[in-house]
């Protein structure tokens, strides 16, 4: 297999990474984040330690708030008001989901959107429906549209199918993607004929989290296929798309891992920084 097809993400978020590292060393900056995980999930507590080994890389500050399971979601919520005030703080995410005892809509309305560096907040969503400058865009959308500006530049004009529509990948890509002047179509679990709709995409983007569930019938020839999906099968990752089944379909695609799990955390970084510029009155 020729690798030439495959979008590096690693690659890319290096480079996202350096970029930011340069500028905050030029400027003499120490941008501030905090990361809060209620609870003891394995693979969270690994995320949150990445980001947090991420951000200080790059120069930045990075709080990791690690609370109990049980917490309130007064207690919390209290965290997140001391944060929203703390000037040294720039961007604040609470990692999702959080305990039963926890209503996630309230936590996330109550981070200031200033600070939202995830963009899951109310207003941010909003904003970036209405296509707003001033919205924070959750990192793991812009980092597909990063991948795919990468190798297809301008986007204006592709058929664009996003297969899920959570809150947090589906939705706000679909937003961004309509943004940027693609016709976007959503299909979920409860679409009927999945296949022919995915089988017209230019750009085919798989965030439902169901193992290798697409195939090389679900996709168009010469299309753009990015799979967002982590799935644990066998204690091995995958992705949402068939790699090697999907290859000589592709025009270019992304791996899992190292595609767009990576560049997620560069652009939460890059939200942390836009952030902290937007807080200072700084230009970028
Ligand atoms: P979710 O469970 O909230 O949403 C899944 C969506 O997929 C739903 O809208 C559902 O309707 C749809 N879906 C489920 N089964 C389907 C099927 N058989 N056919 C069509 N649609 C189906 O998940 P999420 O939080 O959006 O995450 C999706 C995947 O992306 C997961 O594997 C998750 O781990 C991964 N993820 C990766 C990153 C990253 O940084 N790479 C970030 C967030 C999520």
């Known amino acids: 297999m020729n690798r030439e097809k495959i979008i590096d993400g690693k690659f890319l978020a ?3 990474r350096q970029k930011l590292a340069e500028e905050i060393k030029a400027r003499g900056v120490c941008p501030g984040l905090a990361v809060i ?12 330690r990445n980001k947090k080994k991420a951000a200080e890389a790059v120069g930045m500050k990075c709080d990791f708030y690690h609370l109990p399971e049980t917490t309130p979601e007064t207690e919390l919520l209290a965290l997140i008001d001391s944060l929203n005030r703390a000037e040294d703080v720039h961007g604040i995410l609470v990692q999702l989901p959080l305990p039963p005892q926890i209503n996630p809509q309230n936590v996330l309305s109550a981070i200031s959107p200033l600070k939202d560096v ?5 207003c941010n969503a909003g904003l970036l429906m209405a296509n707003s400058a001033d919205a924070v865009v959750a990192a793991t959308p812009k980092g597909v549209l990063y991948m795919l500006q990468s190798v297809l ?3 204006s004009g592709k058929h664009a199918v996003i297969i899920g529509r959570s809150n947090i990948v589906g939705k706000p890509l679909a937003a961004l993607l309509l943004n940027h002047n693609c016709t976007v179509t959503v299909v979920h679990s409860k679409t009927e004929n999945i296949k022919e709709i995915t ?14 569930m697409v195939k090389k019938d679900w996709v168009k020839k010469g299309a753009v296929v990015i799979d967002v999906g982590i799935n644990r099968t066998e204690g091995k990752l995958c992705g949402d ?6 290859y000589a379909q592709a025009s270019y695609l992304s791996p899992v ?14 939200n942390t920084f ?3 510029l937007k807080q200072n009155r700084l230009k970028n």
């Open 14 to 16: 290096q480079k996202v």
């Open 37 to 48: 995980l209620v609870g003891d999930d394995e693979a969270s507590l690994i995320y949150d």
């Open 118 to 122: 995830d963009g899951f907040s109310p």
């Open 153 to 155: 530049g301008n986007l």
């Open 199 to 212: 089988g017209r995409a230019d750009i085919l983007v798989a965030a439902c989290g169901c193992p290798r």
């Open 241 to 246: 798309v068939d790699f090697e089944d999907v």
């Open 257 to 270: 891992p190292g595609g767009v799990g990576p560049l997620t955390v560069a652009m939460l970084l890059t």
């Open 274 to 276: 836009e952030a902290f």
